[in-house]
DNA sequence: GCTCCGATTATCT
DNA sequence: GATAATCGGAGCG
């Protein structure tokens, strides 16, 4: 086969740099796992514990752990009460850093992901989102730690990675709304909704 | 098409 | 006890 024109296999190299090289740098990469292949459109960067965004700002704990480990790994955690959401941990060991997966296309599979995300799913809506991703690939809890360069995943760019990256602030966080790093393929239809932090919900005591 | 709002629970203060 | 790196359905135009 020419080597010349066609995708290329990721390594854990690329994991290793800094995880604001590497979050634009997965855009346009296609991940596949449990018969499911997504196409990356939309990632977030989460840098450690001098991020007030991240997991790890408060230090180590059991839930954040995989976050200090090696990089090329999985972190997945859940959130409001029902979701799971999957990163890939970046940089050198001990930084604590990750990209989140927010959203991408499903490119093979598309049964086995409508499977997992329900009948009245739109193709669209299969993985644009990061709950949805993570439900796509049929992901959860105990893929958490999951070592990315195991026997059950694949990781591939195209031999045309998409244009220069759009950016902007992170989506749905209180903390660090500042910082643009949330990187998407410009224009693309499988980038999710921006939505800024819910405002505090008035909790009604009763 | 849009905006609003409730669901549901692990985790941390 | 409050919050959360979200989603999908209801209501409206």
């Given at each position: 086969m020419g080597s010349g024109l066609t995708e290329t296999t990721l390594d854990r190299t690329f994991f290793e740099r800094s995880v604001l090289d590497v979050a634009p740098d997965l855009l346009g990469?296609?991940?596949?796992?449990?018969?499911?292949?997504?196409?990356?459109?939309?990632?977030?960067?989460?840098?450690?514990?001098?991020?007030?965004g991240s997991h790890a700002f408060r230090g180590p704990t059991s839930r954040n752990a995989t976050m200090f480990g090696p990089p090329g790994h999985l972190y997945v955690y859940?959130?409001?009460?029902m979701h799971w959401c999957?990163?890939?941990?970046?940089?050198?060991?001990g930084r604590a850093s990750a990209v989140l997966l927010r959203g991408g296309e499903v490119v093979a599979g598309a049964a086995r992901a409508q499977q997992r995300r329900g009948p009245a799913v739109r193709a669209r809506d299969l993985a644009r989102g990061p709950a949805r991703l993570t439900q796509a690939l049929g992901l959860d809890r105990e893929h958490d730690g999951a070592d990315l360069f195991g026997e059950t995943f694949d990781l591939r760019r195209p031999a045309e990675p998409?244009?220069?990256a759009s950016r902007g602030p992170r989506v749905g966080l209180r903390h660090a709304a500042d910082l643009p790093w949330r990187f998407w393929i410009g224009g693309d239809r499988f980038v999710s909704d921006y939505?800024?932090?819910?405002?505090?919900?008035?909790r009604r005591t009763r």
């Open positions: 990469v296609v991940v596949s796992h449990a018969g499911v292949s997504v196409r990356l459109t939309e990632v977030e960067a989460y840098d450690g514990e001098d991020d007030p859940f959130t409001y009460g999957a990163n890939v941990v970046c940089g050198p060991e998409p244009g220069p939505r800024p932090a819910t405002d505090r919900p008035t």
